[in-house]
């Protein structure tokens, strides 16, 4: 029911920071949830970051929490993730998803690569 887009991949040094977003559109009005996911090669997709969408409750994988931080801009229909600190293991696809259920997603994302150098 939602359709949503990434953006703001790239390549950065460790140490270095990057912001992804995430524009929703579709049937946002149901959504509960808005998540951010990766996945690096050969290895199995893993979670980041949720926010919901009316209290902007927060959760972070243990990982990255104290580096990365989610945010949601609800006039603009949009999820960011500002990822600071980056290490060469933070590479990953990063897919953004959206859910009506806790801890449950059923949009998601094409992906936007990130690749930190070290």
């Known amino acids: 029911q939602v359709q949503l887009v990434e953006s703001g991949g790239g390549l950065v040094q460790a140490g270095g920071s990057l912001r992804l977003s995430c524009a929703a559109s579709?049937?946002?009005?149901?959504?509960?949830?808005m998540a951010w996911f990766r996945q690096a090669p050969g290895k199995e997709r893993e979670f980041v970051a949720r926010?919901?969408?009316?209290?902007?409750?927060?959760s972070y994988a243990d990982s990255v929490k104290g580096r990365f931080t989610v945010a949601r801009d609800m006039n603009k229909n949009t999820v960011s993730l500002q990822m600071n600190s980056l290490k060469p293991e933070d590479t990953a696809v990063y897919y953004c998803?959206?859910?009506?259920?806790?801890?449950?997603?059923?949009?998601w994302g094409q992906g936007t690569q990130v690749t930190v150098s070290s």
């Open positions: 998803a959206a859910g009506v259920r806790v801890w449950s997603y059923d949009s």
């Open positions: 579709g049937r946002t009005f149901s959504t509960y949830a």
């Open positions: 926010i919901t969408w009316s209290g902007g409750t927060t």
